[in-house]
């Protein structure tokens, strides 16, 4: 397959609107740059990219994504440094990760230079509205969605690939509750949980409102076989310390992949913080609550960089964590990040300059 995106076809934007931007109180993904990649499956094949103004879409009635859910999506960030510089952190990851969502969600593959080209040519317009403001970053977002017709229950014939970027600051804005759920569930084994399929945040949408209710930002999912187990939350991979050691659940059919989450074990062992990767139950971590060897909880994800949990709550009780200013949440925070921002040296090989 000719895979070449040399002849990436660029239409500018006649007008910015990045004057209209308050770069100072930047939500989190709410304001979108100039321009969009789109990139359009076709008889059979992906079509050559193109950039073109960021605008709405048009698509019929009867196409597939609105009845049938069929489309994936992928976060990352770019980031500037103080020279201006403009670099990703491991951007082949996500590329590979949307081919693995692709495939279970029966969406043709996407060639990596399609996504890496594509994403670099973008960028390279975009570089402006990059924000290099502490904690603020350009949150890109690539997805692919069914856009061919027809209300017949199978995959659609025609795909489109975008992706839009949005200057973000940080995703929560004070601190983070938990609510540890026992009733829904967010996978289960066999299904869909470790693919970026747009289903799997509709279906959160509705219990974690519930949490949100009762005061909350996020429901922490247990494993829909036993809700014994601790698995992930609703953005973010889970982290949890107690005494001294850093402990986050194995991955597994049910459980995203996290890229932040694998960068965090790496850090942890060049940091010769003690880890492990094991199952954890709800029952340890409330017993580890009471009796004070629960020193931190966090959680980690492109969006949520890594977000220490101030409270958790389970089964009508609340539990506070202690404020942990050096804890391994900040030390670790503080290795990815200066990485990202490449503010430290890189000796794992993962920023990518733009
Ligand atoms: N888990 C879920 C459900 C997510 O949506 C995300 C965000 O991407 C993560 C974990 C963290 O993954 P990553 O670190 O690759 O962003
Ligand atoms: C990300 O961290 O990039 C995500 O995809 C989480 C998203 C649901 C905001």
């Not at 990139?39 to 059979?44: F, L, Q, S, T």
């Not at 409330?286 to 960089?305: N, P, R, W, Y």
Request: with cysteine; proline share 5%; aromatic share 12%.
């Amino acid at each position: 397959m000719e895979t070449s995106t040399k002849n990436l076809k660029v239409q500018k934007a006649k007008t910015s609107k990045i004057n209209e931007v308050d770069f100072d109180n930047l939500a989190f993904g709410s304001v979108f740059t100039d321009h969009m990649l789109v990139c359009k499956y076709k008889n059979g094949a992906w079509e050559l990219p193109e950039i073109k103004p960021y605008q709405p879409i048009t698509l019929d009635p009867s196409a597939k994504i609105f009845h049938y859910g069929q489309s994936i999506f992928e976060g990352m960030k770019a980031y500037k440094d103080e020279k201006d510089i403009v670099w990703l952190f491991r951007p082949l990851d996500n590329c590979k990760r949307l081919n693995v969502s692709a495939k279970r969600m029966a969406i043709p593959e996407l060639p990596e230079d399609y996504f890496m080209d594509g994403l670099v040519e973008l960028l390279n317009l975009e570089k402006d509205w990059i924000p290099q403001s502490a904690g603020s970053s350009l949150y890109i977002r690539p997805f692919i969605f069914a856009s061919g017709n027809g209300f017949h229950a199978s995959p659609a014939d025609e795909y489109t690939f975008i992706i839009a970027c949005a200057p973000s600051g940080a995703y929560f804005s004070g601190k983070v509750k938990v609510l540890i759920e026992e009733k829904y569930s967010r996978s289960a084994n066999g299904g869909v949980g470790y693919a970026k399929a747009g289903g799997n945040y509709a279906g959160q949408f509705y219990p974690t409102q519930l949490a949100v209710e009762k005061g909350y930002n996020q429901v922490i999912w247990t494993d829909d076989n036993t809700h014994e187990y601790i698995e992930e939350a609703g953005a973010m991979n889970i982290f949890v310390r107690i005494n001294d050691t850093l402990i986050t659940g194995p991955t597994s059919d049910r459980i995203l992949d996290g890229i932040t989450r694998k960068s965090i074990l790496k850090i942890a062992k060049d940091e010769g913080i003690p880890f492990q990767v094991r199952k954890i139950t709800v029952i340890e971590v409330v017993e580890a609550a009471k009796d004070g060897s629960l020193k931190e909880m966090f959680g980690a994800g492109t969006a949520a960089v890594i977000s220490p949990i101030s409270t958790f709550g389970y089964r009508d009780t609340d539990y506070d964590l202690p404020e942990m200013p050096e804890g391994y949440a900040t030390r670790l925070k503080k290795r990815i990040t200066d990485i990202q921002y490449n503010r430290s040296e890189d000796k794992f090989g993962w920023r990518y300059k733009v």
